[in-house]
């Protein structure tokens, strides 16, 4: 009887040292998978964007981040943020009144060929094919998506072709005249000099950075403000005639002095200056349609938006797709 006891005992010790270990064993596999989780599946599935009810996931986004990164215009992951807003902004107002745009299946994939060829006038079909294959590959996009872009570029394109029949051929425009260094100090020794009573188109001539602007003393001919950078416009179209302004930044690295020649209230714009407005006319639109949605940009960290770590992150991802993309060759 005591053996048996004692027997029962056992099995019941050897049973809970069983369903201890299997918890214990549950209890790691719980963090761990929670550890991996955390690292290597929720960063990919925050959502980075938000516009009204519609959220943009940072999985996407990466994607998007890998296609532009290569691209000379392209201004890192916050302005990447702000085209896509731009984007999907398109895709809702443009398809309807008063726009009442569209795109074809067939126009998506003429444009889509009009790329491959490369300035070719011809490619084969299974040419075509090889290069679709390329670009899904390495954007890692998928077929949807990728065709989705393209129809995303074209409605773009028919936006603005839209908005420049509709937009004024008349302007304020001021005949401009600019002299530009490379450093704060040597922008402030030019303005000595004027400051002394030197002439500013003799000292346009002999002091321009470039030769272009040497030779014909830092003359950029009439413009409108959309046509110029915007401390520029600023400046040039409160600028006094023929007084010289104060220097100021254009950028990091190039400081100015602007003469304004002449002033036009109402002034024809030229062939030149459509075709570069046009380029700005819907980014223009696009900024007066934000302020009739919700967009938000959000990061890693609740609350944060986008942050410098979230940058950070992001860049990081980029160099490990890259060196995968590498290694594959």
């Given at each position: 009887?005591?053996?048996?006891?004692?027997?029962?005992?056992?099995?019941?010790?050897?049973?809970?040292?069983?369903?201890?270990a299997?918890?214990?064993?549950?209890?790691?596999?719980?963090?761990?998978?929670?550890?991996?989780?955390?690292?290597?599946?929720?960063?990919?599935?925050t959502?980075v964007?938000?516009?009204?009810?519609?959220?943009?996931?940072?999985?996407?986004?990466?994607?998007?981040?890998?296609?532009?990164?290569?691209?000379?215009s392209f201004?890192?992951?916050?302005?990447?943020?702000?085209?896509i807003?731009?984007?999907?902004?398109?895709?809702?107002?443009?398809?309807?009144?008063?726009?009442n745009?569209?795109?074809?299946?067939?126009?998506?994939e003429?444009?889509?060929?009009t790329?491959?060829?490369?300035?070719?006038?011809?490619i084969?079909?299974n040419?075509?094919?090889e290069?679709?294959?390329?670009q899904?590959?390495?954007?890692?996009l998928?077929?949807?998506?990728?065709?989705?872009?393209t129809?995303?570029?074209?409605?773009?394109?028919?936006?603005?072709?839209?908005?420049?029949?509709?937009?004024?051929?008349?302007?304020?425009?001021?005949?401009?005249h600019?002299?530009?260094?490379?450093?704060?100090?040597?922008?402030?020794?030019?303005?000595?000099?004027?400051?002394?009573?030197?002439?500013?188109?003799?000292?346009?001539?002999?002091?321009?950075s470039?030769?272009?602007?040497?030779?014909?003393?830092?003359d950029?001919?009439?413009?409108?403000?959309?046509?110029?950078?915007?401390?520029?416009a600023?400046?040039?179209?409160?600028?006094?005639?023929?007084?010289?302004?104060?220097?100021?930044?254009?950028?990091?690295?190039?400081?100015a002095i602007v003469?304004v020649?002449?002033k036009?209230?109402?002034r024809?714009?030229?062939?030149?200056?459509?075709?570069r407005?046009?380029i700005?006319l819907v980014?223009?639109?696009a900024?007066?349609?934000?302020?009739?949605?919700?967009?938000?940009?959000?990061?890693?960290?609740?609350?944060?938006?986008?942050?410098?770590?979230?940058?950070?992150?992001?860049?990081?991802?980029?160099?490990?797709?890259?060196?995968?993309?590498?290694?594959d060759?």
């Amino acid at each position: 009887m005591k053996y048996k006891e004692n027997k029962e005992e056992t099995k019941r010790s050897t049973l809970l040292t069983i369903l201890v270990a299997l918890v214990v064993v549950l209890l790691i596999g719980s963090i761990a998978g929670y550890a991996i989780y955390r690292q290597e599946i929720a960063p990919f599935e925050t959502v980075v964007l938000r516009i009204d009810e519609k959220e943009l996931k940072m999985r996407y986004f990466l994607k998007r981040l890998r296609m532009s990164q290569n691209n000379p215009s392209f201004g890192g992951p916050p302005n990447l943020l702000g085209m896509i807003a731009q984007e999907e902004i398109i895709k809702e107002k443009a398809t309807k009144a008063p726009y009442n745009l569209s795109v074809t299946t067939e126009e998506i994939e003429a444009e889509l060929k009009t790329v491959a060829r490369r300035g070719s006038d011809s490619i084969t079909e299974n040419e075509y094919q090889e290069w679709y294959r390329q670009q899904i590959n390495q954007s890692q996009l998928s077929k949807s998506e990728f065709e989705e872009l393209t129809r995303t570029n074209l409605l773009r394109q028919k936006l603005s072709d839209y908005l420049a029949v509709r937009a004024p051929t008349v302007a304020e425009q001021v005949h401009l005249h600019m002299i530009i260094q490379k450093s704060p100090e040597e922008i402030q020794k030019v303005w000595q000099r004027l400051d002394a009573g030197e002439d500013f188109f003799e000292l346009a001539k002999e002091l321009n950075s470039s030769v272009a602007a040497r030779e014909n003393r830092g003359d950029l001919g009439w413009q409108t403000k959309n046509g110029l950078n915007p401390r520029l416009a600023q400046m040039a179209f409160h600028q006094e005639v023929g007084m010289p302004s104060k220097p100021f930044p254009l950028s990091k690295e190039a400081f100015a002095i602007v003469m304004v020649k002449k002033k036009a209230a109402a002034r024809e714009m030229s062939k030149e200056m459509q075709e570069r407005q046009k380029i700005g006319l819907v980014e223009q639109w696009a900024s007066k349609e934000f302020q009739y949605h919700k967009i938000s940009y959000h990061g890693l960290t609740e609350g944060n938006g986008w942050d410098s770590e979230t940058n950070a992150w992001a860049n990081w991802q980029m160099q490990r797709m890259n060196s995968e993309t590498e290694s594959d060759k």
